[in-house]
């Protein structure tokens, strides 16, 4: 094994098939092979391709894509300016710079975005942090910017203050039906009860 070398790729040398009825028989079985190759090439590389063969037998094949007439008026008029071509060029281009454009300002205004959230949340910490001082500290001793401070901080438990208020509130309206209920029941039970006492109490009213 480690004395064998390889001959690599070696290339095949190819010669006209002898014998005029044989060529027709080999163009058949590998036309179609080859078509197959020049699709596949249009389809991996964006080609636009016109190809006409001419086989010995006189019919002629052709393949186009995206057809062999679109083709062949290029190739006419190749050299002279295609208008339509560069208007759609001009038009790409302006959306492609339009679109670039609005992702940029999407990108600056997500960045801003970001930084103004995490401006607030430092503010919200430093302010937690300094109301708690506030809170115990004299007001006498407090400038306008701490007082403004707390006071914010106090309109603001008072409206959690509220809030809570009201949902209790609400609580207590839900829960009062059953409790009529209970009570109702209650009186009509010791009614009951003294109706069923003992009968000497009746007699002994009665005598009376």
């Not at 086989?55 to 190749?78: T, Y």
């Not at 059953?178 to 069923?196: H, I, K, Q, V, W």
Request: glycine share 8%.
């Amino acid at each position: 094994m480690a004395g064998l070398s390889s001959k690599g790729r070696r290339r095949i040398q190819i010669w006209m098939i002898q014998g005029a009825d044989v060529r027709p028989v080999a163009f058949s079985k590998r036309r179609s092979g080859f078509f197959k190759k020049v699709s596949e090439l249009c389809t991996l590389c964006a080609a636009e391709i016109a190809l006409v063969v001419f086989p010995p037998g006189g019919k002629a094949f052709s393949f186009g894509h995206p057809a062999v007439d679109i083709i062949m008026i290029r190739l006419s008029n190749c050299g002279k300016p295609d208008f339509d071509a560069i208007r759609r060029a001009e038009e790409q281009e302006a959306t492609l710079c339009r679109l670039n454009k609005e992702y940029s300002d999407v990108l600056e205004k997500l960045e801003a975005e970001k930084i103004r959230v995490e401006r607030l949340k430092q503010m919200s910490m430093k302010s937690q942090s300094q109301g708690q001082g506030l809170v115990d500290r004299p007001l006498d001793e407090l400038n306008d910017e701490e007082l403004l401070t707390l006071k914010s901080m106090m309109d603001e438990f008072k409206e959690k203050l509220r809030k809570r208020m009201q949902e209790l509130s609400v609580e207590t309206v839900a829960s009062t039906p059953l409790l009529a209920g209970e009570s109702n029941a209650s009186p009509s039970g010791s009614t009951e009860g003294d109706s069923s006492g003992d009968p000497r109490d009746h007699v002994v009213g009665h005598e009376h």
